[in-house]
């Protein structure tokens, strides 16, 4: 038997109840980045910007009932694995995306940027 979806979040049911909102836990991380920087030492400045790749298992999934609504939160925990520093370049075009659908959610959408404003802001530092 197939759990039905909710028709806006197309999250699947709990318990035959609506599941509104799923988050991420992430274990593990420290082990994994730091495991890569004793190979390949950097040197972070306090204030300084860095982009990381984290390679994770789902490890774990449970709901948390949202407070008097009778629907529910799936969080889900990932164990990270290996971990990297990527070259902003890299992470540019993502973490754009992500920003622009966490201010739209937030009811403030971004104005459009071309890729030379995107690029631009995402210069590494000479």
Known sequence: MSKRKNAV??????????VLQSTIKVTNAGDGLSEAMSIDPVE?????QRYLLIEAECSKVGYEELKDTGTYRRVQTLKAGTAT???ATFAAKAIQAQRAALD??????QLPMTKDEVDATFEPEA
Do not use: K, M, Q
């Open 9 to 18: 979040t197309g999250l699947s049911t709990f318990e035959n109840h609506d």
């Open 85 to 87: 520093l990527v070259d």
């Open 104 to 109: 739209e959610a937030r009811g403030t959408p």
């Open 44 to 48: 972070i400045h306090l204030g300084e």
